[in-house]
């Protein structure tokens, strides 16, 4: 499918790696100028190399999506630069160890929650005063661990709980406004963050003691770009009447 985002910019957060990656590099084959933020540097830099050397224009900006001063001064970035924003990936995120939920230190729930909540919402609170004059499209990353019980991580679950609440809401609050806001709950995907995790010792005992083996009725799971094809059309013409819904792209995982 072919989508034509010429003169349209796309924001993303967590654009240094996986999905967020292969989201900016996915809205930039398809014409949009596409602002990059992530907190790591190096992989910002990469992701933004590889969109240049594709022949793609975009801009990498830091941003600690957690911090309100660094969200708007990406924000600001973004409409110095480029004048408008037309999408919103908001993606940044992080999993952290698998541990029962009694074993988990609060300095790590806290800070899963201030990624993964906070920063979907300061990111959502101001980027929507840049769509409000022409409209837009927001694609929240959720997980499939927000719409289902994932033991071993009640913190990372709790927060894409949150997520999907935040998108519905504020669905609701601006679909009439022109702003289309939605979230995708991936299932596992093939990333460095998930597959760190997995190499830890503690994942594999959660995951015994839990009596999962791969949740996939796919069996396999998910590249990111399988990921990125789904924000990607959701932030399309070819999604326009879909508003404030949470797209399940697990292989199955969540299929009752």
């Not at 957060?13 to 790696?17: D, E, L, M, R, W």
């Not at 900016?24 to 949009?32: D, I, L, S, Y």
């Given at each position: 499918m072919v989508y034509d985002f010429e003169g349209h910019v796309a924001l993303v957060?967590?654009?240094?790696?996986g999905i967020g990656r292969a989201t900016?590099?996915?809205?930039?084959?398809?014409?949009?100028k596409v602002v990059l933020a992530d907190v790591n540097d190096e992989g910002g830099e990469e992701t933004l190399a590889l969109i240049k050397d594709a022949g793609g224009e975009a801009i990498f900006v830091h941003t600690d999506v957690a911090d309100e001063d660094s969200v708007k001064h990406l924000m600001q970035t973004t409409i110095d630069t480029y004048g408008q924003l037309n999408y919103a990936a908001n993606n940044a995120g992080i999993l952290p160890k698998f541990e029962p939920m009694h074993q988990k230190p609060v300095d790590v729930f806290d800070r899963v929650i201030a990624v993964n909540v906070r920063g979907v919402f300061l990111c959502m609170k101001y980027e929507i005063p840049l769509m409000l004059e022409n409209g837009g499209a927001i694609v929240n990353t959720s997980s499939a661990a927000g719409l289902r019980a994932q033991p071993g991580v009640a913190d990372y679950a709790a927060s894409k709980h949150a997520v999907n609440g935040l998108t519905r809401t504020a669905a609701v609050e601006y679909a009439a406004l022109g702003i289309r806001i939605n979230a995708v709950n991936p299932g596992g995907v093939v990333t460095n963050m998930v597959m760190n995790i997995q190499m830890d010792e503690s994942y594999a005992a959660m995951m015994q003691a839990a009596q999962q083996q791969d949740p996939h009725p796919i069996g396999r799971s998910a590249q990111p770009e399988e990921i990125a094809n789904a924000i990607v059309w959701l932030c399309s013409d070819e999604a326009t009447f879909m508003v404030g819904h949470t797209l399940s792209v697990d292989g199955g995982m969540t299929v009752d």
């Open positions: 957060t967590g654009a240094g790696s900016g590099q996915k809205f930039a084959a398809h014409g949009a």
